[in-house]
C-alpha cells in the first residue's frame, strides 16, 4: 500500500534562518507531488506541484522553493524565513492521469519567530 | 476562476445531533471534481468522497451523506447522529478536469461534538 512521511513534524525557525522540509511517498511510482500551507483560520492554499523529477510548477510568489531530486521526494524550502511563512504545511500526493483524490501527508508544523 | 465558500466558521452540536455543513463552489468548467475531507486534530487530512460534475446522485456511507445540487452550486455534506469522534474540520474543496489534480479548498467549517 502506499503511504506517504513528512518531517520535521514540528519546526521552531528563527526569522531568517533557512527551512527545508521533506516528504517521501513510498509504494507508488512517478506520483504527482504537492505542497500546501495551511495559515491558521485559512484554507489550504497549494504552492507548489510536480509532476515529474526536476519538473516543478508554482503557484503563489513567495520565498518558498521546492524540488524534486527523485521520483519519490518532495522537498519545500527556503533561503531566509520570514514570520509570514509561519503555518501548516502539507504534502500530498496524487497518482494515474490526477483526477483521484489526494493523499495527504501528516504536515509539519512551522513556526517562525 | 474557481472559488469554494463554505460560510460556516464553526458549528456546535450535541451529540445524537445531524449536523450539515454547506459548500457553495464556483467553476466556469462543465468538467469538475468536488471533494470533502475531514482535518482531525491530528492536522492529516483524511479524504471523504469525491464526485464528479456528471454524477448528480446523492451518495449515503453510513452516517455521513452528500448532496450535489449543480442547480445552486451546491455540494452539501450531512452528519446523521452525530458522535464526538466526528469533531474536526471539514474542507469542501474544487478541481478542474486538467488531467491534474489541483485542488482549490475552502477556508473550512470546524465541527464541534459535545457529549
Known amino acids: 500500500s502506499q503511504t506517504i512521511h513528512q518531517w520535521p513534524a514540528t519546526l521552531v525557525q528563527p526569522v531568517g534562518s533557512p527551512l527545508s522540509l521533506e516528504c517521501t511517498v513510498e509504494?507508488?511510482?512517478?506520483?504527482?507531488l504537492y505542497w500546501y500551507r495551511q495559515a491558521a483560520g485559512r484554507g489550504l492554499q497549494l504552492l507548489f506541484y510536480?509532476?515529474?523529477?526536476?519538473?516543478i510548477s508554482s503557484e503563489v510568489p513567495q520565498n518558498l522553493s521546492a524540488s524534486r531530486p527523485q521520483d519519490r521526494q518532495f522537498i519545500l524550502s527556503s533561503k531566509k524565513l520570514l514570520l509570514s511563512d509561519s503555518g501548516f504545511y502539507l504534502c500530498?500526493?496524487?497518482?494515474?492521469?490526477?483526477?483521484?483524490?489526494?493523499?495527504f501527508g501528516e504536515g509539519s508544523r512551522l513556526t517562525v519567530l | 476562476a474557481q472559488k469554494v465558500t463554505q460560510a460556516q466558521t464553526e458549528i456546535s452540536v450535541v451529540e445524537k445531533e445531524d449536523v450539515t455543513l454547506d459548500c457553495v463552489y464556483e467553476?466556469?468548467?462543465?468538467?469538475?471534481?468536488l471533494f470533502w475531507y475531514k482535518q482531525p486534530p491530528s492536522g492529516e487530512l483524511v479524504f471523504l468522497i469525491r464526485?464528479?460534475?456528471?454524477?448528480?446522485q446523492n451518495e449515503i456511507s453510513g452516517r455521513y451523506s452528500w448532496n450535489f445540487q449543480k442547480s445552486t452550486s451546491s455540494f452539501n455534506f450531512t452528519i446523521t447522529a452525530s458522535q464526538v469522534v466526528d469533531s474536526a474540520v471539514y474542507f469542501c474543496?474544487?478541481?478542474?478536469?486538467?488531467?491534474?489534480?489541483?485542488?482549490?479548498f475552502g477556508t473550512g467549517t470546524r465541527l464541534l461534538v459535545s457529549p
Open positions: 500530498a500526493w496524487t497518482g494515474g492521469k490526477g483526477t483521484g483524490e489526494l493523499f
Open positions: 509504494g507508488t511510482s512517478n506520483p504527482n
Open positions: 510536480s509532476v515529474g523529477i526536476g519538473q
Open positions: 467553476t466556469r468548467d462543465t468538467t469538475y471534481y
Open positions: 464526485r464528479n460534475s456528471f454524477d448528480e
Open positions: 474543496a474544487l478541481s478542474e478536469d486538467t488531467g491534474f489534480q489541483k485542488l482549490v
